[in-house]
């Protein structure tokens, strides 16, 4: 059974930084595309961040783009979502997933067969 863990949310201030990690337990998921989501409240999940398996591709909803990074360290099966630039816009509950196969990256949730719990992010204006 295939068990991802997230970590690093919290409260921050406007233009501050925080680091999520995603750690995978049950499986090497080195060659499976891994991917952020995120859920403010009342809005529907909207895609964050993907990257690919193998060549690590990555890609990222415009909002995120040249503030967020995603990354990967397969020695330690982990995956990242390094933060910058916080806006009280990017306060949601974060996930991380992971496919089951395949290295292409997909912003679409169900191609992801592995989730994590969600880590709350709030940014403080």
């Known amino acids: 059974q295939v068990q991802l863990v997230e970590s690093g949310g919290g409260l921050v201030q406007a233009g501050g930084s925080l680091k999520l990690s995603c750690t995978a337990f049950?499986?090497?998921?080195?060659?499976?595309?891994g991917a952020w989501f995120r859920q403010a409240p009342g809005k529907a999940r909207e895609f964050v961040a993907a990257?690919?398996?193998?060549?690590?591709?990555?890609y990222y909803t415009y909002p995120v783009k040249g503030r967020f990074n995603i990354s990967r360290d397969n020695a330690k099966n982990v995956l990242f979502l390094q933060m910058s630039s916080l806006k009280p816009e990017d306060t949601a509950i974060y996930s991380c997933?992971?496919?089951?196969?395949?290295?292409?990256?997909?912003?679409?949730?169900?191609?992801?067969?592995?989730w994590g719990q969600g880590t709350q992010v709030t940014v403080s204006s």
């Open positions: 990257i690919s398996g193998k060549f690590e591709t990555t």
């Open positions: 997933a992971a496919r089951a196969s395949g290295i292409s990256l997909s912003t679409n949730p169900d191609a992801y067969a592995y």
């Open positions: 049950g499986r090497a998921l080195s060659d499976a595309a």
